[in-house]
């Protein structure tokens, strides 16, 4: 896909899962009255991603103020939907943010700090809270074909990451934003009564990108 960028990071957001135990595909679910995949889009904007690129599998939707490519592999897990995503940030565009739609109460000062990570020669950056690593991630294009190579299955960056942690500039990001996913039913009625409550993140067993 041909998409121009005037920056020299995008953004990516993974949207396309069944959203199997919350029991509906997240990138439709509506979450402080937009739908996720609409605020994973904008939170990479604020951030200061252009442009935003959107995969979506499960389910289609229009999404606003992004770029939407289909991943016909969804069913097979994350792994194919990173590749996709991978493939269509512009060339003009030297690193890549990674977002995940079910963690709506990240902050676009996260990105905005992965970005700057980038500017200060970070070649990996990662959003940190309670000092683990988790999402969103930064990714310099020199490393989007062995990232892509390394996600298997239901898996992103992850095994990239644990590979080169010598890469990896770590972004403490615990006053902007809580990584909390949104997997079930309970997790959504949970987040939805935090949405404008101060950041004060309760870090999961998650990782980076999953």
Not at 116 to 133: N, S, W
Request: contains cysteine.
């Amino acid at each position: 896909m041909n998409v121009t960028s005037g920056s020299g990071c995008a953004g990516l957001l993974l949207a396309a899962g069944r959203g199997e135990r919350l029991g509906t595909p997240k990138a439709a679910v509506r979450f402080g009255g937009e739908l996720l995949v609409d605020r994973g889009a904008r939170l990479l904007h604020e951030g200061g991603c252009h442009p935003v690129v959107v995969v979506l599998g499960a389910v289609t939707v229009q999404v606003h103020g992004a770029v939407a490519v289909r991943n016909p592999d969804w069913a097979t897990g994350m792994g194919s939907s990173l590749r996709v995503g991978l493939d269509a940030v512009p060339l003009a565009a030297q690193a890549v943010v990674i977002a995940l739609v079910d963690q709506p109460l990240i902050g676009a000062e996260a990105v905005r700090r992965l970005i700057e990570a980038r500017k200060g020669g970070a070649a990996v950056a990662v959003a940190t809270y309670g000092g683990a690593m988790r999402n969103p991630v930064l990714i310099g294009r020199e490393h989007f074909g062995e990232v892509g190579r390394l996600a298997v299955g239901d898996v992103g960056a992850r095994p990239f990451l644990r590979a080169h942690r010598d890469l990896v500039t770590p972004v403490p990001c615990d006053d902007v934003g809580d990584p909390s996913d949104i997997d079930t039913v309970d997790d959504l009625l949970r987040l939805s009564g935090r949405e404008e409550a101060p950041a004060s993140p309760g870090v999961g067993p998650g990782e980076a990108t999953r």
